[in-house]
């Protein structure tokens, strides 16, 4: 048997280069001589994709930092998040309705930057910045991670049999996508929540794709797992893709079952009976899932509760016993703590989740989340 032949594994080979193997086979051609003609076929593809990536990258990155550093002045919710960079430098304790992951992020790309921390540069909306300022060290971090969505969804698409032109095309509807690129202009988490959602579509897209207990489907699982993970730690909105994701874990086994994919693994004994191997994927999926996000979750607090330890904005929301374990500013006391860490983490998640219910104020220029789909709200004039 030719190595061609030992390869024409139909687990291995896609479908075209299976017919072609069998194709050459029944006329008498040579398959280790069509094998190596594949595998250059194989190279250039991937060579063409990859510069193909890197066009649509620098595409999308002339997009997102096309004149980024105007308005000079603070936009929306940068008046918050430059704040909360500040503090995070300063020390001093805030609050904020949402998890610290992408806020520790970009705080710490400031830190690098050598950003100074100053919160009256960021008092008001429309106030205009400071020339010691380095606001676009913390623009950048948002721009530059959307710019990375459209290019991510092309390698999708293309590793799905799309068409290149159809690829490019559907890339370009993310790379233009104009909420994407508004929020992806300020000084806002919004870039990292799209970014890491975009992870998690893709990864989770990959690991439905893979055969059940195989190393390519814990790999897929996991990084599924710590992208969804970082996108709940970035904001509670993010709970939305969760579920998303929970139900596509939920088809995926139930196609599993059905396909008969556990019995084409594994002998049918009675410990590898297909209800135990549907249960032992589901307990699989529902550790590294669940453990994922506790784990990720519960770092980014414990980072955020580390750099905090001075009184400040945020002592308003917290109890007394929380404030036991902050100091006034500039003091070198020990904090006399009254409560450990897993008590801190589940007070701040309470009064985040109280805050989120109690925010009921309207706009006159809100939409309601049947206006988008069908196009009936009203469009609100934007410029920069």
Known sequence: MSTAERKLNPET???????????????????DQVNRAHNKFVVKR????????????????????????EPNKVVFDEVHF???????????YFFDIHPPLAKLVQSSVAKMCNFKPDVNA?????GAYPKDVNYMCLRVQSAFLSSLIGPTFYLLFVNFGLSLPIAI???????????????????VTDGFLFFFISLTIIFNLKLSKCKPFTKGWLLWMTITAVSLSCSVSTKFTALGTYAAVGISQIVQLI???K?????KNYKNDLLRSELFLLFLDTLIRGIIFLGSTALIFLISFAFHFELLT??????????????????PKDSNQIPNIQLNFFQRFWELLRTMHSSNMGLDATHHYSSKWYHWPLHIGTPVRFES
């Not at 095309?169 to 000084?187: D, G, H, K």
């Open 255 to 257: 196609s599993h079952y």
């Open 82 to 92: 430059g704040k909360f960079v500040s503090w995070y430098m300063t020390g001093e």
């Open 259 to 263: 396909s008969n994919s556990y019995k």
């Open 169 to 187: 095309v559907s890339s370009f509807f993310f790379i233009f996508e104009n909420s994407i690129l508004i929020e992806s202009r300020m000084l």
């Open 310 to 327: 001075y009184n400040g904005s945020g002592d308003a929301f917290m109890t007394k016993k929380f404030l036991t374990g902050l100091i």
């Open 122 to 126: 960021f008092s008001h909306i429309g």
């Open 46 to 69: 991937k060579l063409v994709h990859f510069l193909v990536f890197l066009l649509l990258f620098g595409i999308s990155f002339s997009v997102h930092f096309w004149r980024l550093s």
């Open 13 to 31: 080979l896609t479908t075209r280069y299976q017919k072609l193997c069998q194709l050459a086979s029944k006329n008498g051609f040579d398959l």
